[in-house]
């Protein structure tokens, strides 16, 4: 365990990391600019950081009437690496990128889900894979739906796996460091890279798919909640007079808008739809179609109201297979904009993906993230 300046210097060290990181290039002088620290420290940490092999000096910027030319940094591709791992009823994804967040492998394994024991079996053995393919992993991000305890590494209830108060305590003893979290938490994170976020300070992130799940991130870091359950926007009741829900509750979003409710109205209605990269495109104009999406987009603004009055996000992503149903669109933000105070609604970027966000990548993204926060 790191001690007294050991633990300052590595926290140097991780913070130029990250600045570089997202800067993509930039110079020692701006570092120390950003930083707030001396010349002499920024050039030790850089230096040992090119000693290491993480940085590089790629040629200087352009000089100015009143100086020398500055050189110029990055990150040196494939230094460090990132594995992430999500887990779904049939399956378990896994991607691996390097630093940069550049994708170096990714795939998916056929698995049945709700067999825990195996499931965290084929985890350790793919783990054990790529540790022996690849150098310098950092760290593993593991993204799993439902409710996480990452204190006990313990799954109280994932209801899609039908798994209840399963034990992770098996990861604890890889020999690189795992991060497990909810998979909406590690995919909130794919969407923020991709998003071009990562200045944004607050986030309400939301997942609609066989569940709906939400993921508000402060600072890059998911907040998990007093009892791990932070960010359930699929179990706020929308619709008292509907179903009830798995939870007992009658009218959750989760239970009226998820992927498996869609396709039944469709068929109900004999309504044929394309389904491409995991969005849903109509063959016809139909005004089934545009009723049904209003509706589901009527009660995901609902659910968004109450979320933009109690946590005031900056920005809203939202991930479903109907963004690009014009009417779904517009009823939410309908919804919205007549049901929000004027300047929260006004204050709140709102954001509807153009592509479904790869939760592993996520979850690889926010091992990137937890190392460059936490030094032990």
């Given at each position: 365990?790191?001690?007294?300046?050991?633990?300052?210097?590595?926290?140097?060290?991780?913070?130029?990391?990250?600045?570089?990181?997202?800067?993509?290039?930039?110079?020692?002088?701006?570092?120390?600019?950003?930083?707030?620290?001396?010349k002499?420290?920024?050039s030790?940490?850089?230096?040992?950081?090119?000693?290491?092999g993480?940085?590089?000096?790629?040629?200087?910027?352009?000089?100015?009437?009143?100086?020398?030319?500055?050189?110029?940094?990055?990150?040196?591709?494939n230094?460090?690496?990132?594995?992430?791992?999500?887990?779904?009823?049939?399956?378990?994804?896994?991607?691996?990128?390097?630093?940069?967040?550049?994708?170096?492998?990714?795939?998916?394994?056929?698995?049945?889900?709700?067999?825990?024991?195996?499931?965290?079996?084929?985890?350790?053995?793919?783990?054990?894979?790529?540790?022996?393919?690849?150098?310098?992993?950092?760290?593993v991000?593991?993204?799993?739906?439902?409710?996480?305890?990452?204190e006990?590494?313990?799954?109280?209830?994932?209801?899609?796996?039908?798994?209840?108060?399963?034990?992770?305590?098996?990861?604890?003893?890889?020999?690189?460091?795992?991060?497990?979290?909810?998979?909406?938490?590690?995919?909130?994170?794919?969407?923020?890279?991709?998003?071009?976020?990562?200045?944004?300070?607050?986030?309400?992130?939301?997942?609609?798919s066989?569940?709906?799940?939400?993921?508000?991130?402060?600072?890059?870091?998911?907040?998990?909640?007093?009892?791990?359950?932070?960010?359930?926007?699929?179990?706020?009741?929308?619709?008292?007079?509907?179903?009830?829900?798995?939870?007992?509750?009658?009218?959750?979003?989760?239970?009226?808008?998820?992927?498996?409710?869609?396709?039944?109205?469709?068929s109900?209605?004999?309504?044929?739809?394309?389904?491409?990269?995991?969005?849903?495109f109509?063959?016809?104009?139909?005004?089934?179609?545009?009723?049904?999406?209003?509706?589901?987009?009527?009660?995901?603004?609902?659910?968004?109201?109450?979320?933009?009055?109690?946590?005031?996000?900056?920005?809203?992503?939202?991930?479903?297979p109907?963004?690009?149903l014009?009417?779904?669109?517009?009823?939410?933000?309908?919804?919205?904009?007549?049901?929000?105070?004027?300047?929260?609604?006004?204050?709140?970027?709102?954001?509807?993906?153009?592509?479904?966000?790869?939760?592993?990548?996520?979850?690889?993204?926010?091992?990137?993230?937890?190392?460059?926060?936490?030094?032990?």
């Amino acid at each position: 365990m790191l001690k007294g300046t050991s633990i300052l210097r590595e926290n140097n060290k991780r913070k130029v990391l990250s600045l570089v990181r997202r800067l993509k290039q930039t110079t020692r002088k701006d570092l120390e600019k950003e930083m707030n620290v001396s010349k002499n420290t920024i050039s030790l940490v850089v230096d040992e950081l090119i000693q290491d092999g993480v940085i590089e000096e790629i040629g200087v910027t352009e000089p100015n009437k009143k100086g020398r030319p500055k050189i110029l940094i990055q990150i040196k591709p494939n230094s460090f690496k990132s594995v992430g791992i999500t887990v779904s009823k049939r399956a378990i994804d896994y991607t691996i990128i390097n630093y940069d967040g550049q994708l170096l492998e990714e795939n998916t394994i056929a698995n049945d889900g709700t067999d825990a024991e195996k499931t965290i079996r084929r985890m350790m053995e793919l783990l054990e894979s790529i540790q022996h393919k690849y150098e310098k992993i950092i760290g593993v991000g593991i993204g799993i739906p439902g409710i996480i305890n990452e204190e006990e590494l313990k799954v109280p209830i994932s209801t899609h796996l039908h798994w209840k108060n399963v034990s992770l305590q098996s990861f604890a003893d890889f020999p690189i460091p795992v991060t497990i979290q909810n998979s909406v938490n590690m995919g909130a994170h794919s969407a923020i890279h991709d998003e071009l976020l990562a200045d944004d300070k607050s986030i309400f992130y939301v997942r609609v798919s066989e569940g709906v799940g939400g993921a508000f991130i402060l600072d890059d870091v998911a907040m998990p909640g007093h009892t791990w359950n932070a960010g359930e926007i699929g179990h706020i009741s929308v619709d008292p007079a509907a179903n009830t829900c798995r939870c007992g509750q009658n009218g959750c979003l989760e239970s009226l808008i998820n992927i498996d409710e869609f396709k039944n109205e469709l068929s109900e209605n004999d309504i044929h739809m394309t389904e491409e990269n995991g969005y849903f495109f109509p063959q016809e104009e139909s005004q089934v179609i545009d009723s049904i999406s209003s509706k589901y987009g009527s009660y995901l603004g609902k659910s968004l109201v109450a979320v933009m009055h109690l946590l005031n996000p900056k920005t809203i992503i939202i991930d479903t297979p109907y963004n690009y149903l014009p009417s779904f669109k517009e009823e939410c933000l309908h919804t919205l904009e007549t049901r929000c105070l004027d300047r929260v609604y006004k204050g709140t970027t709102i954001i509807f993906g153009k592509k479904r966000y790869n939760m592993s990548r996520g979850a690889a993204l926010s091992t990137i993230i937890n190392y460059e926060k936490h030094v032990y």
